[in-house]
């Protein structure tokens, strides 16, 4: 289980998390500004970070900016082992940086814990909590009204397709299902910005599909500031508004793609003449990228 998944299990024993910023659970309330004028959702400055075992020092990540604004879905893409799983336990306070900060809506947040809203590769639900209850797990930790928040969760377990699954127990459901209950815990969290690291990873080809098309829905509707890991260029292309390609360890930002389609998007736009030339050419970045690192 990763760091994160510790700290949550923690927390839901415990029913505490640090202190921060308490946001309704998609109250749909607009900004009282234009996001445009707001600060980002997070700013990454400068980070690098090394790891020490027995006395040898590898470098993990070294010198990472990157950016994402309100409301915005960002993706990074790179080599297997090139830092984005580290650079998460950082934004999310779970490890320090040896240089550089985060910074979080204009405000300095480093080492900080509970100012994200994560989900993992794996669903990571607790097998002794209903699909509810999974649910409501985020909010019940940080002490928002469960009746509100209990009503809420039913409301988009119905519009998510698990509508009759209420009380049904993880184990009871497919992978694609626990996905979207992971994927709905995150949701109804009440920070503002979501890291998804490959949460999709382990689905089959068409599962995958599916929920790729269904989270774009959702996103749509709530547009919350994301910063996603991938290792497809196409689910990137598909999904993103912007696309951090890293290079090999240490990992550090080598390209910058602002993806040019508009939304919102639909399956047909894999086969537009732009989108082959993006996907050919972070393609090519990342061949090489992984070319160097077998060397």
Same mark, same amino acid.
């Given at each position: 289980?990763?760091?994160?998944?510790?700290?949550?299990?923690?927390?839901?024993?415990?029913?505490?998390?640090?202190?921060?910023?308490?946001?309704?659970?998609?109250?749909?309330?607009?900004?009282?500004?234009?996001?445009?004028?707001?600060?980002?959702?997070?700013?990454?400055?400068?980070?690098?970070?090394?790891?020490?075992?027995?006395?040898?020092?590898?470098?993990?990540?070294?010198?990472?900016?990157?950016?994402?604004?309100?409301?915005?879905?960002?993706?990074?893409?790179?080599?297997?082992?090139?830092?984005?799983?580290?650079?998460?336990?950082?934004?999310?306070?779970?490890?320090?940086?040896?240089?550089?900060?985060?910074?979080?809506?204009?405000?300095?947040?480093?080492?900080?814990?509970?100012?994200?809203?994560?989900?993992?590769?794996?669903?990571?639900?607790?097998?002794?909590?209903?699909?509810?209850?999974?649910?409501? +797990?985020?909010? /019940?930790?940080?002490?928002?009204?469960? !009746?509100?928040? *209990?009503?809420?969760?039913? =409301? $988009? #377990?119905?519009?998510?397709?698990?509508?009759?699954?209420?009380?049904?127990?993880?184990?009871?459901?497919?992978?694609?299902?626990?996905?979207?209950?992971?994927?709905?815990?995150?949701?109804?969290?009440?920070?503002?910005?979501? +890291?998804?690291? /490959?949460?999709?990873?382990?689905?089959? !080809?068409?599962? *995958?599909?599916?929920?790729? =098309? $269904? #989270?774009?829905?959702?996103?749509?509707?709530?547009?919350?500031?994301?910063?996603?890991?991938?290792?497809?260029?196409?689910?990137?292309?598909?999904?993103?508004?912007?696309?951090?390609?890293?290079?090999?360890?240490?990992?550090?930002?080598?390209?910058?793609?602002?993806?040019?389609?508009?939304?919102?998007? *639909?399956?047909?736009?894999?086969?537009?003449?732009?989108?082959?030339?993006?996907?050919?050419?972070?393609?090519?970045?990342?061949?090489?990228?992984?070319?160097?690192?077998?060397?």
């Amino acid at each position: 289980m990763t760091q994160f998944t510790d700290a949550l299990t923690s927390a839901s024993k415990t029913g505490a998390f640090p202190d921060a910023q308490e946001k309704p659970f998609l109250s749909g309330a607009a900004e009282p500004r234009n996001p445009q004028t707001l600060p980002p959702a997070l700013e990454v400055k400068g980070v690098s970070k090394s790891f020490t075992r027995r006395r040898r020092t590898t470098p993990v990540l070294d010198g990472v900016n990157l950016t994402v604004g309100r409301g915005e879905f960002v993706s990074l893409v790179g080599p297997s082992g090139c830092g984005k799983s580290t650079l998460f336990h950082i934004i999310g306070g779970l490890t320090l940086p040896d240089k550089g900060s985060i910074c979080m809506n204009g405000k300095e947040v480093t080492g900080q814990r509970g100012e994200i809203s994560y989900m993992p590769q794996q669903p990571a639900l607790f097998p002794w909590r209903t699909i509810e209850d999974n649910v409501l +797990l985020a909010g /019940e930790i940080r002490g928002l009204p469960r !009746a509100g928040a *209990r009503e809420t969760a039913r =409301r $988009w #377990l119905q519009r998510i397709g698990l509508g009759g699954f209420e009380q049904a127990y993880p184990h009871m459901l497919s992978g694609g299902m626990q996905q979207r209950a992971a994927f709905l815990r995150a949701l109804l969290a009440p920070q503002e910005l979501m +890291l998804l690291d /490959e949460p999709f990873s382990a689905l089959d !080809a068409l599962t *995958r599909g599916e929920m790729q =098309r $269904w #989270l774009l829905e959702l996103w749509e509707e709530n547009r919350r500031s994301v910063l996603f890991i991938t290792h497809s260029i196409e689910e990137a292309l598909l999904l993103s508004s912007r696309i951090y390609v890293f290079s090999g360890r240490p990992g550090s930002v080598l390209h910058t793609v602002d993806v040019p389609f508009p939304r919102p998007r *639909r399956d047909e736009i894999t086969d537009d003449p732009e989108f082959l030339r993006l996907r050919r050419r972070l393609t090519d970045w990342m061949r090489e990228e992984q070319a160097k690192s077998r060397k």
